[in-house]
Antibody
Framework: QVTLRESGPALVKPTQTLTLTCTFSGFSLSTSGMCVSWIRQPPGKPLEWLARIDWDDDKHYSTSLKTRLTISKDTSKNQVALIMTNMDPLDTATYYC????????????WGQGTLVTVSS | EIVLTQSPDFQSVTPKEKVTITCRASQSIGRNLHWYQQKPDQSPKLLIKYASQSFSGVPSRFSGSGSGTDFSLTINSLEAEDAATYYCHQSNSLPYTFGQGTKLEIK
């Protein structure tokens, strides 16, 4: 059974750095073809894909946010982290992690999401 | 970056009605288009993958079609539980993108 769970601070101040962790079970990110993405959704707004990390440590980022994002994995802990620098109130959103595979490139499994508010 | 434009943004429908939501891509994406349903305060759920393949456990009233730049999601005989926002998503090329969403209200 595949599960994912996001964790991190609920509140950050403008200009601070956000670190989110996705802890998963039911699969291994060392298995060929596995990928984990981060996706966010500001309140009342659409989904926005942020980043993806692959089993072979290949990384991909949103064009508009790539200078502020770093994605990484800890295979031994079954975790994927997302670091976002220079947070702004416009980054207030629910942040989701989701799993896909390189051969089935859709998001079949999602975490429940974690709401991050950026405010002083 | 591929832009996905959904139509309509909002639709109010009655139970048992048939609904069609469209998603247009700014360039050809083959059949690499997926549909999700999101209810308030829930994570999105995959409905249709690769334009027309139903995901496991999804009711048969949901179907998808299209290829290239034009896609559609059809819900036959709408039920009250189908009230939600629906998103399309392309995985033809990175960065992945989503449509702006279509909110369905059940009268």
């Amino acid at each position: 059974q595949v599960t994912l769970r996001e964790s991190g601070p609920a509140l950050v101040k403008p200009t601070q750095t956000l670190t989110l962790t996705c802890t998963f079970s039911g699969f291994s990110l060392s298995t060929s073809g596995m990928c984990v993405s981060w996706i966010r959704q500001p309140p009342g707004k659409p989904l926005e894909w942020l980043a993806r990390i692959d089993w072979d440590d290949d990384k991909h980022y949103s064009t508009s946010l790539k200078t502020r994002l770093t994605i990484s994995k800890d295979t031994s802990k079954n975790q994927v982290a997302l670091i976002m620098t220079n947070m702004d109130p416009l980054d207030t959103a629910t942040y989701y992690c989701a799993r896909m595979t390189i051969s089935d490139t859709n998001f079949q499994y999602w975490g429940q999401g974690t709401l991050v508010t950026v405010s002083s | 970056e591929i832009v996905l434009t959904q139509s309509p943004d909002f639709q109010s429908v009655t139970p048992k009605e048939k609904v069609t939501i469209t998603c247009r891509a700014s360039q050809s994406i083959g059949r690499n288009l997926h549909w999700y349903q999101q209810k308030p305060d829930q994570s999105p759920k995959l409905l249709i993958k690769y334009a027309s393949q139903s995901f496991s456990g999804v009711p048969s009233r949901f179907s998808g079609s299209g290829s290239g730049t034009d896609f559609s999601l059809t819900i036959n005989s709408l039920e009250a539980e189908d009230a939600a926002t629906y998103y399309c998503h392309q995985s033809n090329s990175l960065p992945y993108t989503f449509g702006q969403g279509t909110k369905l209200e059940i009268k």
